[in-house]
Each structure stands twice: as C-alpha cells, then as structure tokens.
C-alpha cells in the first residue's frame, strides 16, 4: 500500500515562491506517475502539475505554467513542487496523488487511489 506524505506548505506574500515535497513510502515508488492537485473552499479539485514514473515528462495547466515545476527524485522516493511568482488565487490545500501509468497521467483526480493528507499554502500580504 502506496503512501503519501506532503510537506512544505505556509503563509507566503504575493510574489514569493514555496517548494512542497511528496515522501512516498510502502511500494515500488517507480511504478507510479505523480499529479498534484489543490483544492480550495468550495471548489472542485485542480490538477496543477503531473509527472511521469521516470521523471522525463511533466505536464502543466495553463493557470500554473511557466510558474510551476514539478520533479522526482526516485533515489530519495520523493516527488517535488517548486511555485513561483505566487498569487492570491493560488491559494488552497494542496495534495499529492499517484496511480500506476506509463505515459503522462492526466489530471482526472477520480483516476488516482492514493492520495496524501495534504498542506495548506497561503498567498496573501
């Protein structure tokens, strides 16, 4: 059983950057392509970045590229979120997911079983 662990999370002012780290832990880390997604009050949630088993391919939504990066480190089974240039809206908590895929996994959150317990990341002055 896959498990997942998200850090990294906090207050930061408009402009300012965060990087959130996903530990997995409990199975074969390099069998599984990695999404984070975040979730605000009242809103469904959003796939904001996706990477694939290896590490080669990632995949952005336009609201997140350019500002977003994504990426693995399979050595130390953990999964990272580089956010920069912060805005208000992108506030919400913010979750890793993963799922058993070859390619580019999608941002469909129904399609992932494993999910983390999620860190709040706070963009306001």
């Known amino acids: 059983q896959l498990q997942l662990v998200e850090s990294g999370g906090g207050l930061v002012q408009p402009g300012g950057s965060l990087r959130l780290s996903c530990a997995a832990s409990?199975?074969?880390?390099?069998?599984?392509?990695v999404a984070w997604f975040r979730q605000a009050p009242g809103k469904e949630p959003e796939g904001v970045s996706a990477i694939t088993k290896g590490g080669g391919v990632t995949d952005y939504p336009d609201s997140v590229q350019g500002r977003f990066t994504i990426s693995r480190d399979n050595a130390k089974n953990t999964v990272y979120l580089q956010m920069n240039n912060l805005k208000p809206e992108d506030t919400a908590v913010y979750y890793c997911a993963a799922k058993v895929a070859i390619g580019i996994p999608g941002f469909n959150s129904n399609e992932y079983p494993y999910w983390g317990q999620g860190t709040q990341v706070t963009v306001s002055s």
């Open positions: 409990g199975s074969t880390w390099t069998s599984y392509a």
